[in-house]
């Protein structure tokens, strides 16, 4: 089946820790974005990449970090700098322009 | 700052009534419209697109585009309970060559049985 996989479904951070959330598609979709939900909140965009090996700031980068070696892998770092890190986290993916995005089912990310 | 404005509701509605969900959008350019459907806990999942005015239906769902008016809305026929959910709108600005969709804040539905 074609989809995107996010994983793990829930992640727990000790202090100072970097944690990696990790987002594959087989869908051949060109762009990839993650986005951050904050309980009754909409989605904020933290990063996204259009193509291989390029990627831009959203509206909420700092103290996250990501790559894109591969067309199908987007994996978001959660680094230590990132104060608040407990959210629900979204990978997405299109064939970019103006198509629509498609989500995986997410990461909850919490404190320990 | 491209914005798309959604009232938060709740939006309650009968079993079996039409529910009107609607959407402003500040882009007068935007060209791409999507509506999204997001249970509580769960991801968004795309029920709707829309390209051009006018509605476009998919079942009991239409979709309504008015870009004269900026206006974007969704209409649920023969509501049910597991239509109950948070209903989020998202649009294409214009000038967005990177695939950025600005998303409005959504708005919560309850079908009471």
């Known amino acids: 089946d074609g989809g995107i996989t996010q994983s793990p479904k829930y992640l727990f951070r000790k202090e100072g820790q970097n944690v990696t959330l990790s987002c594959e598609q087989n869908l051949n979709h060109d762009a990839m974005y993650w986005y951050r939900q904050d309980p009754g909140q909409g989605l904020r965009l933290i990063y996204y990449?259009?193509?291989?090996?390029?990627?831009q700031k959203g509206d909420i980068a700092e103290g996250y970090s990501v790559s894109r070696e591969k067309k199908e892998s987007f994996p978001l770092t959660v680094t230590s700098a990132q104060k608040n890190p407990t959210a629900f986290y979204l990978c997405?993916?299109?064939?970019?322009?103006?198509?629509?995005?498609?989500f995986g089912d997410g990461t909850r990310l919490s404190i320990l | 700052q491209k914005e798309v404005e959604q009232n938060s509701g709740p939006l309650s509605v009968p079993e079996g009534a039409i529910a009107s969900l609607n959407c402003t959008y500040s882009d007068r350019g935007s060209q791409s419209f999507f509506w999204y459907r997001q249970y509580s806990g769960k991801s968004p999942e795309l029920i709707m697109s829309i390209y051009s005015n006018g509605d476009k239906e998919d079942g009991r769902f239409t979709a309504q585009l008015n870009k004269a008016s900026q206006y974007v809305s969704l209409l649920i026929r023969d509501s049910q309970p597991s239509d109950s959910a948070t209903y989020l709108c998202?649009?294409?600005?214009?000038?967005?060559?990177?695939?950025?969709?600005?998303f409005g804040q959504g708005t919560t539905l309850q079908v009471k049985p």
């Open positions: 990449s259009q193509i291989v090996n390029d990627f």
């Open positions: 997405a993916s299109s064939w970019g322009g103006n198509q629509p995005q498609h």
């Open positions: 998202a649009a294409f600005p214009f000038t967005s060559n990177t695939g950025k969709l600005i």
